[in-house]
């Protein structure tokens, strides 16, 4: 069982940048691929970004287009937390934000995520 809460949503101006934290529990966090994912009002929940460990120091990393060059996402398998930091936001970003752990290999499928964190808002204003 793994338990995840995020933090550091809140309200920015276009073109801000915020970093959102997700702690996890658990003893295996290392082990599982976690992913970030967000869903506007009325839209459905939409893949963001995924990373999984992959051996030695290194990590993979793969983002939605929209996203791809603003967003980074890390984790600190050490601290079991998982980051992204959200540059040059645009209001199109406004929603509210999931981290996600899967036992499976990094994916981008909602589906196949099974761990979920109860969300945190951005909100980003033009």
């Known amino acids: 069982q793994v338990q995840l809460v995020e933090s550091g949503g809140g309200l920015v101006q276009a073109g801000g940048s915020v970093r959102l934290s997700c702690a996890a529990s658990?003893?295996?966090?290392?082990?599982?691929?976690m992913g970030w994912f967000r869903q506007a009002p009325g839209k459905e929940r939409e893949f963001v970004a995924t990373?999984?460990?992959?051996?030695?120091?290194?990590?993979?990393?793969d983002y939605t287009d929209s996203v791809k060059g603003r967003f980074t996402i890390s984790r600190d398998d050490a601290k079991n937390t998982l980051y992204l930091q959200m540059n040059s936001m645009k209001p199109e970003d406004t929603a509210v934000y999931y981290c996600?752990?899967?036992?499976?290999?990094?994916?981008?499928?909602?589906?196949?995520?099974?761990?979920w964190g109860q969300g945190t808002q951005v909100t980003v204003a033009s």
């Open positions: 658990g003893r295996t966090f290392a082990s599982y691929a």
């Open positions: 996600a752990a899967s036992r499976l290999s990094s994916t981008r499928v909602t589906s196949e995520y099974d761990y």
């Open positions: 990373t999984r460990w992959i051996g030695g120091n290194t990590y993979s990393a």
